[in-house]
């Protein structure tokens, strides 16, 4: 049975840092890309930041670049998003997301992902 399981969500300033991590179980995901989706309240599921299987290219949304970094361990079956500079605007709920057969950032859309973490909420205070 495949499992995501997404930890290191919290409470946090503006301005702060949070790493979030994604523990994934059931299978191998080395062939999968994995990543990141976020939900804020009232608004539409939306791509934050993925990883590609194949040479670790690494996919952000233009509200996140410069400020996210993404990485993964394929020995572990583990993906985490360091997050800094946060600003009240990236308070949501965020998702892990694998993919086994789309990579891209014109890919990673709801639709294309295989399996689903449960989520974990960021809330930064102003």
């Known amino acids: 049975q495949v499992q995501l399981v997404e930890s290191g969500g919290g409470l946090v300033q503006a301005g702060g840092s949070l790493r979030l991590s994604c523990a994934a179980s059931g299978r191998t995901f080395s062939s999968y890309s994995m990543g990141w989706f976020r939900q804020a309240l009232g608004k539409l599921r939306e791509f934050v930041a993925f990883?590609?299987?194949?040479?670790?290219?690494?996919y952000y949304a233009d509200s996140v670049k410069g400020r996210f970094t993404i990485s993964r361990d394929n020995a572990k079956n583990t993906v985490d998003l360091q997050m800094n500079s946060l600003k009240p605007e990236d308070t949501a709920v965020y998702y892990c997301?694998?993919?086994?057969?789309?990579?891209?950032?014109?890919?990673?859309?709801?639709?294309?992902?295989?399996?689903w973490g449960k989520g974990t909420l960021v809330t930064v205070s102003s």
């Open positions: 997301a694998v993919s086994r057969y789309y990579s891209g950032s014109y890919f990673y859309t709801e639709a294309n992902m295989d399996y």
């Open positions: 990883i590609n299987a194949i040479g670790g290219s690494t």
